[in-house]
């Protein structure tokens, strides 16, 4: 087989797979193979464009298709055509519309700059406060800022509102175009892709509109379950997804549930936002509050007192917005009336605050329902019985603190008579049963939602 056949197999094959018939046309038609031996495979292309594309974004699917035309595994060496070398009518024409794309693409980005970089730059990693409920988030959050599109794609990350979900975003915008400048980030939520698309095409303006999001490198979609039964919606993101993913752009989603729980999302849209990264973020422990709380106070310029931060934190556990919100109320409210800072003034306004709360979760309740729930006592709970049908309770209930009340292995260790140690172990033990697929994560559900109620 000579070199032209292998090339026209190879052809077939990444032409199937590439559903940008323009990108196809601009950088993969234009090249030209020169030659094979036993360990590459070469290719020459009209522009450095062209060669920095390929290698990017189209190396390993090249590579594929050698492989499978040729039966051997070839490395892809890519060279630019020599300017004075005889160039055919053919390239000559694409270098020609390459030029006249180029400019048509610099335009475009020229025009909607502002939308493709409104990032808030005060949202970085370097004030996002890190610890367990969110170390594992935040740590596949930088990967993915250094190496857009190349890992975790598409990485998606889902939890409660007000959790540090949309801080995460901007800051894999702000860190990406710092790192990468020539990279096109756009941040958007799911409601407004939404109300943008049913405006596109209201306006007859839907060329506009995939331009925009099958543009850029990395496309953020924060709450994402927002285009859940919206069913025309689904099906235009469903085509932006594979443009961008075969292109190997880079896709951050995020949404109050994971992939499999968006239940009247298409099976085809669920099923690609779980072929990648899937990463919960939980109610922050009392270690992490109390740091986010210090942080707040240095960003506010104000000095507060341990003891003031230790009471609020250890009072307002649903999530990080709340957290920031009360001290931002206290804080205000005491410069206001002139009135010191103190716990017992916190006590007074926080108690104003909460009393909105629809369910006061706590300890006492917990351990109630996951007894009740095992049909056993809180007494057993408790105690020091250790026979499988008390200790994984026990364990369920000793987690459900960690997770719904943000509560340290210390604090809880208080609670359960129990040394920290062993709280930490405990909970290990429920964290592993739920990663391998034990039927103690629908427990922990129900119980869950049996805590929320009245």
């Known amino acids: 087989m000579d070199i032209k056949e292998i090339w026209d197999k190879a052809l077939v094959y990444i032409q199937k797979n590439i559903n940008s018939k323009v990108s196809y046309n601009i950088h993969i038609e234009s090249a030209r193979a020169v030659s094979v031996d036993d360990e590459f495979f070469e290719i020459t292309v009209p522009f450095t464009i062209n060669r920095n594309i390929i290698d990017f974004r189209y190396k390993n699917l090249i590579e594929t298709a050698v492989e499978m035309a040729t039966g051997k595994k070839l490395s892809l060496k890519i060279t630019v055509m020599e300017e004075e070398t005889a160039v055919p009518d053919d390239i000559k024409e694409l270098q020609q519309l390459t030029k006249k794309a180029n400019k048509i693409a610099d335009e475009y980005r020229r025009q909607t700059k502002e939308l493709i970089y409104d990032l808030s730059p005060k949202y970085t990693f370097d004030n996002f406060v890190v610890g367990s409920s969110n170390e594992f988030a935040s740590a596949a959050a930088k990967t993915v800022s250094e190496s857009p599109g190349h890992i975790y794609n598409p990485l998606f990350i889902y939890g409660n509102s007000g959790l540090g979900k949309t801080h995460l975003m901007y800051a894999i915008g702000n860190k990406t175009k710092e790192l990468h400048p020539e990279m096109n980030v756009l941040y958007i939520t799911g409601e407004k892709f939404t109300s943008e698309f049913i405006k596109s095409v209201r306006e007859s303006k839907m060329q506009e509109f995939t331009e925009k999001y099958r543009t850029p490198d990395v496309l953020l979609v924060d709450d994402v379950q927002f285009i859940e039964s919206k069913e025309a919606t689904q099906e235009e993101f469903f085509h932006t997804f594979n443009e961008l993913f075969t292109n190997n752009r880079q896709i951050v989603l995020t949404s109050d549930r994971k992939p499999s729980d968006l239940t009247t999302l298409t099976d085809r849209l669920r099923t690609r936002f779980s072929q990648g990264l899937i990463i919960d973020i939980s109610i922050p422990t009392y270690e992490t509050r109390v740091a986010i709380l210090q942080n707040k106070a ?157």
Do not use: H, W
């Open 298 to 454: 240095l960003e506010y310029g104000v000095k507060v007192s341990d003891d003031v931060l230790d009471y609020i934190a250890d009072n307002v556990r649903s999530n990080v917005r709340e957290l920031e919100g009360v001290l931002k109320s206290v804080i205000s409210k005491s410069q206001f009336k002139e009135i010191p800072l103190t716990v017992d003034f916190v006590k007074e306004t926080i108690g104003k605050i909460t009393v909105t709360d629809k369910v006061k979760v706590t300890p006492k309740k917990i351990i109630e329902k996951t007894a009740f729930y095992y049909n056993i006592t809180a007494d057993d709970i408790m105690g020091k019985i250790k026979t499988k049908d008390i200790a994984v309770p026990r364990q369920a209930a000793m987690y459900l603190c960690r997770k719904l009340l943000g509560m340290s292995d210390t604090a809880i260790g208080r609670e359960f008579g129990k040394d920290r140690s062993t709280v930490s172990s405990n909970i290990d033990r429920i964290e592993l049963a739920i990663k391998n697929g034990s039927s103690v994560e629908s427990d922990i559900n129900y119980i869950m939602k049996d805590i929320s109620s009245r």
